[in-house]
């Protein structure tokens, strides 16, 4: 059988692209992973009861996932300029979950294109894509990890002057968008830490995936002597 080393490469980007869009995806997608957090962090204390919080927060998140075309937040109040920074948001939102997609659908044809070519990736240094995508982005994401916990604050506002860059809609004055008092920097920080803690199970999980492949393919040429 063939092998390749664009192909190698090739299957890493996607692997990596994958995991880490699809680690981002679950606490978009995971809304009881939000109401988990309601008890805990109090959020009943602002005067809604636990079922117009979860009401708030789903159309809220509908309207971020494309779900419906105007912004709402239940019986919660909000500003033009509030508003406007959920557009941004569902931008952001809707363009990761088809960069998932495509990352996905390009990632099955590629395995299944190299099935009918007979042909397969190149192992570097003895190793395969899926090993060097779990590195790759091991090593990133505990770097960046790493450095969001010393300073979460500064963190959050560097995200923010990144992803929406030249505006200042995303700071909230809670007497005109209420729905702020319902979304604590906490949050924000657990789900930050949750997308971490998923990616690095999967980055472990192809990692022990690469190592026991090699081993059965070492113990199976050994067979064939």
Known sequence: MKT?????VALSLLI??????????????????YYAHISPLGL?????????????YDEMMDFCLGRREDFSAGVLAF??????????????FLLELRVLIA?????????????????RPHRFLGRGPGLWAAAGLGAAFLTVGGLAALDFDRAFVIFHSIFFPGKVNWIFDW???????????????????????LLLLWCAVLIAGDLWAGRRGGICRNCQK
């Open 175 to 197: 007497q005109t968008d209420p729905i702020i008092l319902f979304l604590p920097q906490d949050f924000f920080r657990n789900c930050a830490l949750l997308i971490l803690a």
């Open 79 to 92: 500003s033009q300029s509030g508003a406007d920074h959920f557009a941004d948001v569902r931008e952001l």
């Open 103 to 119: 990352a996905l659908v390009l990632l099955l044809g590629t395995l299944a294109l190299c099935k009918m070519k007979r042909v």
């Open 44 to 56: 009943e204390a602002w005067g809604l009861s636990r079922e117009e919080i979860e009401t708030a």
């Open 4 to 8: 390749s080393k664009i192909l190698s």
């Open 16 to 33: 990596a692209l994958v995991v880490l869009t699809g680690s981002i995806a679950v606490p978009l997608l995971c809304r009881s992973f």
